[in-house]
Every structure is written in structure tokens, then in C-alpha cells.
């Protein structure tokens, strides 16, 4: 009996050392089976790709294009076909024919003013008229005397220097009267103010029954452009006007037409900064014969300079723009890629894009599309 105890004892044994070796395997299996995930980011701004193959490279170029440069501005009237409309003779306005923003002929009347000064230019005229009539039959009677020896040669001079002053008196009245925009040959106390040009009245000073002061203390009534050409007057930086020069092509974008790009040239570099701002005002002239292009209106001023230089390009879906910084993804391995912040400053005429700093050497290898490769590196790191 003692010894059927001890066999059953080495049965039991044996059946738990059987059952601690199957569960021992079947554990190793499931470890095996699931292994663990293994992180790909060795360092911040460094990626382990998985298949780094499937992922198209472009190389980074050095290339000779323009320097280009990007300023803000505003549409403004061209000085030279600008003319400022005023009054030569006070008074009151009686009638009003035209108003800010209208389109304006040469010839038109603008508005029409009760005058004293013309008043008195008018009654001047009229008393210098009947003073040259005066001396001129007296110096016809003058003549005739003399001509039979009635009369003294000195009187007749005395008689000839009258008409001559009474003439010259006559025609600074008439002159008077035509400068304060009334005529001679129709007397009136009414000045009919008529536009010098034709163009866009864009600047009104004046209405409807107010008073018109004396030239000397009363600012412009009307100002009248012509709009067939304007300026862009751009802010350029004492930094960078070394990029600008008097020739240069620019392109010209407005918030209005933002489908559209005007083409001009520069025209002009200011020779005084301002003082405040640090900057230089840079002119470019456009044609408007559409009248699109509005005085006030603000752009955007691309430059493109005509000396070239050297610059690193790169296609423009390599660029990530993440955090306000741009990025590329710079191949370093087989699998291995570093996430490297630019400068992208413009973009050549073939849509590529360059790089100002020196973070990126030419020949090397990038990433070409950015967002591709960062979406499956944060589907990786899932």
C-alpha cells in the first residue's frame, strides 16, 4: 500500500511538470506572435521612414535668377497730368455743377460765382474803354489842327502820349477781367469757373453757396486728374534698395482684381528716405485705360531685378509651412530624414522656389512633397 502511495505521488509529479512546460510554450508562442512596436523618431526633428523608397526626392539646384523683391503701396494720381483748380476772385457760389469723382472736359464749367472783385475789374475795363475813346478823338482833333498849323507840335505829343497811356490802361483792365474769368465783351459780376483738362475731379474743397476766399488764404476748389496713367508709390526699405533700380520690371497685385497682374517698370527712386519709416518711395507707372486702377487703392509690388545672383531653388511642394516657418525634409540615410527649417524668399518664372539662407547645400537631397511625407511619418508614429 506504501507503495501504491508513492507511485501515485510520482504521477501527480509528473502531470504538473507536463502542464508548467505546455504553459511555458504556449506563452513564448503569444510572444512571439505580437512583438512590440519600436519608435521611429531617434531625435526631434529626425524620422526613421519604414519605406522610405516609396517617397519621390528632388535635388536642391543653384541657379542664376533675378533678385526679387515684394513691397506694399497705393495707387496714386500721376503729378504731372494733376491740375489744381482755384479762384482768382472771391465771392459766393451760386451754382454747383460738378461733384467729387465726376469725369470732367476741357472747357466745362465747374461752378459759377457772384464776385465783387469782378465787379470792380468789370467797371474798371468800362471806365478805361471811355477814357482811350476820349483821348483818341483828341488826339484825331490834335492831328487835324496841326496838319493846318493850328496847333504846336509839343501839344500835339501831349496829345499822342495820352492815347498811348489810355490804350495800355484799357488793356491791363481787359486783362484784369480775363483773369478773373469773366469777358470783356459782356459785362457781369459772374465768374464761370471752367476745367483746364479734362479728366476725374478727385478732390472737392468747395459747396454749394459757401463763400470763396482771396487766393492767398483759401486752399484749391477742385483738383482734376488725369487717369489714364497712374503712380504706384511703394515703401522700400534702406535695406534693401540695393535690389531696386530705375528700369526694373514689377509686377503689380491689387486686393481688387485678385485674378490680375499689372506690369509696369520703375520709374523713379526717391533720393530722401523718410525718417520715420526708414524708407524710400519707389515709383512705377501703369496705363489705366479702363480706368480700373483708383486713386487710394493699395498693391502689392513684386520687383525683378535685372543683375543676377546665385540662389538655391527647390520645387515649391517641398516646402512645408508649419508654426510660421517653412520646412523641408532633408534625406540623410537610407531611411533617415531631417526636418530642417528655411528661408523661402520668391519663386522663379518655372514655379520653383528659392531659398535665401544657407541651412540647405545645392546637391543634396530633399523630400518632394512635404505634407506627403510628414502626414505618413505621424501615421507611423500611431
Request: with cysteine.
Amino acid at each position: 500500500m506504501i507503495l501504491n502511495l508513492k507511485i501515485r505521488k510520482m504521477a501527480a509529479m509528473l502531470c504538473c511538470t507536463a502542464s508548467l512546460v505546455a504553459f511555458n510554450t504556449s506563452c513564448t508562442r503569444d510572444t512571439q506572435a505580437a512583438p512590440t512596436k519600436t519608435e521611429v523618431t531617434l531625435e526631434p526633428n529626425v524620422f526613421n521612414a519604414e519605406h522610405a523608397e516609396s517617397f519621390r526626392l528632388a535635388r536642391v539646384e543653384s541657379r542664376s535668377v533675378p533678385t526679387m523683391l515684394k513691397a506694399n503701396g497705393t495707387i496714386s494720381p500721376d503729378v504731372a497730368r494733376t491740375i489744381h483748380v482755384t479762384s482768382l476772385g472771391s465771392g459766393r457760389v451760386i451754382e454747383l455743377n460738378v461733384r467729387l469723382g465726376d469725369q470732367v472736359h476741357k472747357g466745362q464749367t465747374l461752378l459759377t460765382i457772384s464776385s465783387a472783385d469782378l465787379a470792380t475789374a468789370t467797371a474798371d475795363y468800362q471806365k478805361a474803354r471811355a477814357d482811350e475813346e476820349l483821348s483818341g478823338k483828341a488826339l484825331e482833333r490834335a492831328q487835324l489842327l496841326n496838319s493846318h498849323g493850328a496847333l504846336a507840335e509839343k501839344d500835339l505829343q501831349q496829345a499822342q502820349d495820352a492815347e498811348e497811356k489810355a490804350k495800355a490802361d484799357l488793356q491791363a483792365s481787359v486783362q484784369r477781367v480775363r483773369l478773373l474769368g469773366g469777358d470783356p465783351d459782356h459785362a457781369a459780376a459772374v465768374i464761370q469757373l471752367r476745367a483746364p483738362v479734362s479728366g476725374t475731379i478727385v478732390e472737392q474743397n468747395i459747396a454749394g453757396f459757401e463763400g470763396v476766399r482771396s487766393l492767398d488764404n483759401s486752399p484749391n476748389l477742385f483738383t482734376i486728374a488725369d487717369l489714364s496713367e497712374v503712380w504706384v508709390l511703394c515703401d522700400v526699405y534702406e535695406n534693401d534698395l540695393e535690389a531696386v533700380r530705375v528700369g526694373d520690371p514689377a509686377e503689380i497685385g491689387l486686393n481688387a482684381f485678385p485674378d490680375r497682374v499689372f506690369r509696369g517698370r520703375v520709374s523713379d527712386i526717391a533720393r530722401v528716405l523718410d525718417p520715420n519709416t526708414r524708407s524710400a518711395k519707389v515709383r512705377v507707372v501703369l496705363s489705366n485705360p479702363g480706368g480700373l486702377l483708383k486713386p487710394g487703392m493699395y498693391v502689392t509690388a513684386t520687383f525683378h531685378s535685372r543683375k543676377l545672383q546665385n540662389r538655391l531653388v527647390v520645387p515649391s511642394a517641398a516646402i512645408m509651412r508649419l508654426q510660421d516657418c517653412d520646412w523641408v525634409f532633408r534625406k540623410e540615410g537610407a531611411q533617415r530624414f531631417r526636418q530642417i527649417e528655411i528661408h523661402s524668399v520668391a519663386q522663379t518664372e518655372d514655379g520653383l522656389q528659392q531659398i535665401q539662407d544657407g541651412t540647405v547645400e545645392a546637391g543634396q537631397e530633399i523630400v518632394f512633397n512635404a505634407l506627403e511625407f510628414d502626414s505618413a511619418m505621424a501615421e507611423q508614429r500611431k
